[in-house]
């Protein structure tokens, strides 16, 4: 798998700000895939990596996580109807919508 350029740390608070607080789409992910130059697969599982990674460190709530995968969601499903389903951004969007369930058993 080849190595995604590294991403600036404001970019990255810009951009799950955003999709925790009004949502991302494909079309808003555009001007940043262009500038960093990566696919918007690979933008989306960078950010979501972010996500899961701050969560398991205890560094934010589920309430929180599960709000910047939501908002993600558009751009990861829009992605997914064009070409593969970008992994692992859907298996950690559908990780974190498990959790908003509660589960008997």
Do not use: W
């Not at 995604?4 to 740390?9: E, G, N, P, S, T």
């Not at 690979?42 to 934010?60: H, K, P, Q, T």
């Not at 709530?61 to 969601?73: A, K, Q, R, S, T």
């Amino acid at each position: 798998m080849p190595m995604i350029k590294a991403i600036h740390h404001s970019e990255v608070e810009a951009l799950l700000s955003m999709a925790q607080e009004a949502g991302l789409e494909l079309t808003g992910l555009s001007v940043y895939c262009r500038d960093l130059g990566l696919r918007p697969a690979e933008l989306l599982n960078a950010l979501s990596i972010e996500v899961a990674r701050r969560f398991v460190l205890g560094e934010m709530p589920y309430e929180v996580g599960d709000d910047m995968m939501n908002g993600l969601f558009t751009a990861i499903f829009d992605v997914g109807m064009e070409e593969a389903m970008p992994q692992p951004a859907f298996n950690i969007y559908l990780a974190f919508d498990e959790g908003e369930y509660q589960h008997l058993g």
